[in-house]
């Protein structure tokens, strides 16, 4: 497991508070990680073309560009002064997904921490389509940040999936436990591990394989699919050494019982990896994760598998 050595915070340039800066410095504090701020910034009437650009619009491209600069050097100083190893970068490039994952790139950052916005009249995260891109093509590890600030003791709730078939995702789930682990002992938190299953998809199985009019077992079917999801996620929870108190395998739809979980112990943010495969060996982001995400109580730390190779092309869009 790469311990964290460089902290990307993607900061917005269009507001006072910076919840995704104050957890970027939390964390950097805490693990002795470099911290680096980011403007990635564009505005299209600034932007000219081959046909219509002009030296005065760069010149005032470069000043944007210089003022988003020492924006961010205010910012540092006084994280500088706490301690904290703080680089400052503002750049010109879009869309914003983009220019974000070609920066984390070229800085071989470990980590991209950045804000989410909040609906307090439901208690959810609402991701923009920014964070949803960043989901689908950011390679590191994606940190979206809530408002609320952390408790002293931070909860991670480690969301994995030990009998998804495919693409070797006990390599994931390790990730995600691992992560999880790392990031607790650094900042002095507690892990628990989530897994749910549907016990209808059993049912349904069965169902669909009966050719002829028999009464199904179904209580016997769901109590087999129940052994066999707590016998794979006990390994590796074991092996992760997760107290069984806080191991939590729950029967149930993950978009509704994965929410509900992180409200139930207060969990301050949950790892996951919210990728799959499908046939043709291309990322996508599935149902059940969107709806997961959309409704998480609180912060998202996204992990991806080893295999991820973003789709973003890493020439800068400078104009």
């Given at each position: 497991?790469?311990?964290?050595?460089?902290?990307?915070?993607?900061?917005?340039?269009?507001?006072?508070?910076?919840?995704?800066?104050?957890?970027?410095?939390?964390?950097?504090?805490?693990?002795?990680?470099?911290?680096?701020?980011?403007?990635?910034?564009?505005?299209?009437?600034?932007?000219?073309?081959?046909?219509?650009?002009?030296p005065?619009?760069?010149?005032?491209?470069?000043?944007?560009?210089?003022?988003?600069?020492?924006?961010?050097?205010?910012?540092?100083?006084?994280?500088?002064?706490?301690?904290?190893?703080?680089?400052?970068?503002?750049?010109?490039?879009?869309?914003?997904?983009?220019?974000?994952?070609?920066?984390?790139?070229?800085?071989?950052?470990?980590?991209?921490?950045?804000?989410?916005?909040?609906?307090?009249?439901?208690?959810?995260?609402?991701?923009?389509?920014?964070?949803?891109?960043?989901?689908?093509?950011?390679?590191?590890?994606?940190?979206?940040?809530?408002?609320?600030?952390?408790?002293?003791?931070?909860?991670?709730?480690?969301?994995?999936?030990?009998?998804?078939?495919?693409?070797?995702?006990?390599?994931?789930?390790?990730?995600?436990?691992?992560?999880?682990?790392?990031?607790?002992?650094?900042?002095?938190?507690?892990?628990?591990?989530?897994?749910?299953?549907?016990?209808?998809?059993?049912?349904?199985?069965?169902?669909?394989?009966?050719?002829?009019?028999?009464?199904?077992?179904?209580?016997?079917?769901?109590?087999?699919?129940?052994?066999?999801?707590?016998?794979?996620?006990?390994?590796?929870?074991?092996?992760?050494?997760?107290?069984?108190?806080?191991?939590?395998?729950?029967?149930?739809?993950?978009?509704?019982?994965?929410?509900?979980?992180?409200?139930?112990?207060?969990?301050?943010?949950?790892?996951?990896?919210?990728?799959?495969?499908?046939?043709?060996?291309?990322?996508f982001?599935?149902?059940?994760a969107?709806?997961?995400?959309?409704?998480?109580?609180?912060?998202?730390?996204i992990v991806?598998?080893d295999?991820?190779?973003?789709?973003?092309?890493?020439?800068?869009?400078?104009?």
């Open positions: 497991m790469k311990e964290i050595t460089k902290v990307l915070a993607v900061i917005d340039p269009t507001t006072q508070d910076q919840p995704g800066l104050r957890r970027a410095s939390w964390l950097a504090k805490k693990t002795g990680a470099e911290l680096e701020l980011l403007v990635c910034y564009y505005n299209e009437y600034l932007s000219g073309d081959r046909l219509f650009d002009s005065s619009l760069e010149k005032a491209r470069d000043e944007v560009i210089q003022n988003q600069q020492k924006h961010l050097e205010a910012l540092a100083e006084p994280l500088r002064a706490d301690g904290i190893t703080v680089k400052s970068s503002a750049v010109w490039d879009h869309p914003l997904h983009e220019g974000v994952v070609r920066h984390a790139v070229a800085t071989d950052a470990d980590i991209v921490i950045k804000d989410t916005h909040h609906h307090s009249a439901v208690a959810r995260a609402l991701l923009t389509n920014t964070d949803w891109n960043l989901i689908r093509t950011c390679p590191t590890r994606l940190w979206l940040v809530k408002p609320a600030d952390l408790s002293d003791t931070p909860v991670f709730l480690a969301a994995i999936d030990p009998m998804n078939q495919h693409d070797k995702p006990a390599a994931l789930d390790d990730e995600i436990l691992q992560l999880s682990k790392q990031l607790a002992d650094k900042v002095g938190g507690d892990v628990h591990a989530f897994h749910s299953y549907d016990p209808r998809i059993a049912v349904a199985t069965a169902t669909a394989n009966a050719y002829i009019p028999v009464s199904l077992p179904f209580d016997e079917i769901e109590q087999q699919m129940h052994e066999d999801h707590q016998k794979r996620f006990k390994e590796i929870t074991g092996f992760h050494e997760v107290d069984d108190d806080k191991a939590h395998l729950i029967a149930g739809l993950t978009h509704e019982e994965l929410p509900a979980m992180a409200d139930k112990i207060a969990a301050d943010v949950v790892v996951m990896g919210a990728v799959a495969r499908n046939r043709w060996k291309r990322l982001i599935g149902a059940t969107e709806r997961t995400l959309e409704h998480l109580p609180c912060d998202l730390l991806k598998p295999w991820f190779k973003t789709p973003v092309d890493m020439e800068s869009h400078d104009a």
